[in-house]
């Protein structure tokens, strides 16, 4: 989070839950997910703004995929020493 600090606006939801997290993501431009919450696609399509989704750890499992590369323009999870991409294509 360091690395982001003074190039964006950083918010930090109170706990995992999917009705803080949904609420937060309708004025976000994106999202890094930590392993307890999970991201489906009503929370998804309500933001819209958001243009990635990026999940800390490995794999995408608590991230609906398909609504995410449906809606937004990439969904990435990293685990070194490797990394995931999805993009939705135009």
């Known amino acids: 989070m360091k690395v982001l600090h003074g ?6 939801s109170p706990d995992p ?3 803080s997290v949904g609420q ?3 004025e976000v431009q994106g999202l890094i997910v930590r392993t307890a919450t999970k991201v489906t696609r009503p929370m998804i399509e309500s933001a819209p703004r958001l243009e990635v989704i990026s999940r800390t750890g490995g794999g995408l499992d608590n991230v609906d995929i398909e ?5 937004t323009s990439w969904c990435a999870a ?11 294509m135009p």
Do not use: F, Q, W, Y
């Open 24 to 26: 937060l993501l309708k």
């Open 67 to 71: 609504a995410a590369t449906d809606v």
């Open 17 to 19: 839950s999917g009705e």
């Open 78 to 88: 990293s685990r070194v020493p490797r990394i995931v991409l999805s993009r939705s």
């Open 7 to 12: 190039k964006v606006d950083i918010i930090i």
